[in-house]
């Protein structure tokens, strides 16, 4: 990675020197208003954005699950749901007996499950039913499954507190807050690069105004634990999952908690970090056997190897547990060995 883009980086550093030298304009690189990161450091650049994390939050145009399915209904503690797609935006409406609320659907946060906040009266609230992947419809928010709504208001969404939904915007989002405030007009749905690298903005004005500039601090240098503490700001970290007393399956949601309770975690280590596994510029991987190569970069090299196999290891190691009272699935970071009937460990 990096090789490639000081690479790009120097040439385009000596080929803007050369044409400002000579004054010409043809075949030049693009001027300063029109770099990008891209322009030196192009694969993280053309990818990034396509990513879970890049896109954070769907807006109207682009809320695919609910455009494949223009119409969801859902029966819960006595209340009717529906997500309708009218005119390309979807309608959120609860009723009961008595009354109805449709509210517009502006923020649909995620991905593959999805859940709206919506806005109601001047106030934000997160909607109490979230559209699954996985079921490919809609049922109770992870998180509320023991919430009993007692009237219409509550059975739309929780109401959150100004710190919640600036928090919501923070993690899935850029310049959704400003100075701790809402800016909901200058909101950029998903992680950009300045989210996770620093001074990266100052850093490509100063570059393409061809002075040196200050870098950026290069991530891949993070071992472990520092690293778990980085993407724990979002993902939580061990310190924060143990403060706010998450325990049982609820807590696998958590990848820096349940990794660090493995035995195969050395804080001070860069083949059990995040990245070893992950590049967050890409698409999150879905098959075992790409997992291998990490794995096994300790195991048979510094660690014991497995009596049983030697390819898969994830699938064994790493199971898959159902949110409780939700339909979704996270993979569980404690690896270890998984017997049968066990019970969820610690
Ligand atoms: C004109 C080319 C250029 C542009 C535009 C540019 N960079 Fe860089 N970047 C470089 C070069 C060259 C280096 C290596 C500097 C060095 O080693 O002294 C670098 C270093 C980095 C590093 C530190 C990594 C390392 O290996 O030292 C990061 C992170 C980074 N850039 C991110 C970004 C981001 C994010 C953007 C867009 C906001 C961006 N860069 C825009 C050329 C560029
Ligand atoms: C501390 C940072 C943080 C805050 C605050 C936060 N999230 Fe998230 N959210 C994450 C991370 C990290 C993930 C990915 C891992 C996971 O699914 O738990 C995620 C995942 C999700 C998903 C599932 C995404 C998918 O594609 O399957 C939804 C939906 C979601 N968040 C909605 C919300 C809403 C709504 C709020 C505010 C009420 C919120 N989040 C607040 C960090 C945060
Ligand atoms: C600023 C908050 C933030 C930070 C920091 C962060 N993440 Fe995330 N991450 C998210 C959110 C939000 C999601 C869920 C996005 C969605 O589904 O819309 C997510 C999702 C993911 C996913 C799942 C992607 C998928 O396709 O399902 C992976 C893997 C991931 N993050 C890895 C990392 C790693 C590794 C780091 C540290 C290098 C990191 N994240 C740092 C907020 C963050
Ligand atoms: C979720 C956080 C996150 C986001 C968003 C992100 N990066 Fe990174 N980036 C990282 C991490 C972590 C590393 C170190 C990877 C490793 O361990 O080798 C990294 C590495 C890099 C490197 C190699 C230098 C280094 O710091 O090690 C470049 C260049 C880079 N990223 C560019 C970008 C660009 C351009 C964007 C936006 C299009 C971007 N990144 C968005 C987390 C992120
Ligand atoms: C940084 C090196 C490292 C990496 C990477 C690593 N492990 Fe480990 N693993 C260890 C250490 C250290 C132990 C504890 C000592 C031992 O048993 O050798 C361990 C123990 C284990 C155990 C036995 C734990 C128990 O509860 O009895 C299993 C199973 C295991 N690792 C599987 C894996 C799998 C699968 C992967 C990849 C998904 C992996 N490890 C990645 C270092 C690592
Ligand atoms: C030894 C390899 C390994 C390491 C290290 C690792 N992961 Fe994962 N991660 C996986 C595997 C395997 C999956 C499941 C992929 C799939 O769905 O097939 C996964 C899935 C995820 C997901 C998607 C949600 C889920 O739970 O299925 C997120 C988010 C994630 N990892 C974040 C992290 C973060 C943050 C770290 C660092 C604290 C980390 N991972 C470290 C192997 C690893
Ligand atoms: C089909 C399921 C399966 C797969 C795939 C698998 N393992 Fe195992 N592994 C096991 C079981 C079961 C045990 C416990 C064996 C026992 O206790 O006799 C085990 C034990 C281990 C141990 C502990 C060994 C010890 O002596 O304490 C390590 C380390 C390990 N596996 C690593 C790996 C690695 C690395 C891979 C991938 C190369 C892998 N496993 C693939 C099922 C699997």
Redesign the pocket.
């Known amino acids: 990675m990096a090789d490639g883009h000081r690479e790009a980086g120097r040439r385009w550093l000596a080929a803007a020197t050369c044409v400002a030298l000579a004054g010409a304009v043809e075949g030049a690189p693009p001027r300063p208003g029109q770099v990008t990161c891209a322009t030196c450091h192009r694969a993280e650049a053309q990818s990034q954005p396509k990513t879970a994390m890049g896109i954070g939050i769907e807006l109207p145009p682009n809320q695919e699950p609910l455009q494949a399915h223009p119409k969801l209904t859902l029966e819960a503690n006595g209340y009717r749901y529906a997500i309708e797609r009218k005119n390309g935006v979807s309608a959120y409406t609860v009723s009961d007996g008595s009354g109805t609320l449709t509210l517009p659907v502006r923020y649909a946060f995620g991905v593959y499950n999805l859940t709206f906040v919506l806005e109601y009266q001047g106030r934000f609230y997160e909607s109490l039913v979230s559209y699954y992947q996985g079921i490919e419809g809609i049922g109770v928010t992870m998180g509320d499954e023991g919430v009993r709504p007692g009237n219409l208001t509550e059975a739309m969404g929780r109401l959150l507190s100004d710190q919640e939904i600036s928090a919501c915007f923070t993690c899935h989002g850029t310049d959704g807050v400003s100075q701790g405030k809402l800016a909901l007009g200058s909101l950029k749905p998903g992680l950009n690069c300045e989210h996770c690298h620093r001074g990266a903005d100052t850093h490509m004005q100063a570059i393409a105004a061809g002075k040196p500039g200050p870098v950026p601090r290069k991530l891949g240098e993070m071992a472990a634990e520092e690293m778990s503490i980085f993407c724990g700001e979002c993902h939580r970290t061990w310190e924060s999952v143990v403060g706010l007393r998450v325990f049982g399956e609820k807590n696998v949601r958590f990848q820096p908690y349940r990794l660090a309770n493995s035995q195969c975690f050395l804080g001070d280590d860069k083949r059990i970090r995040c990245t070893a596994c992950h590049d967050p510029h890409v698409d999150l991987v879905r098959d075992d056997a790409s997992y ?1 190569r990490a ?2 970069s300790c ?2 090299v510094t ?11 994830a ?3 790493m199971p898959k547990v159902q949110l409780p009272g939700t339909p979704a699935v996270f993979t569980d970071h404690k690896i270890r ?2 017997h049968a009937g066990d019970p969820y460990p610690r």
Do not use: E, F
């Not at 660690?303 to 290891?313: E, I, L, M, N, Y």
């Open positions: 291998d794995c096994l195991h048979g660690q014991k190897t497995c009596p049983v196999a030697d390819k898969d290891c699938r064994c190691h060995v998984v």
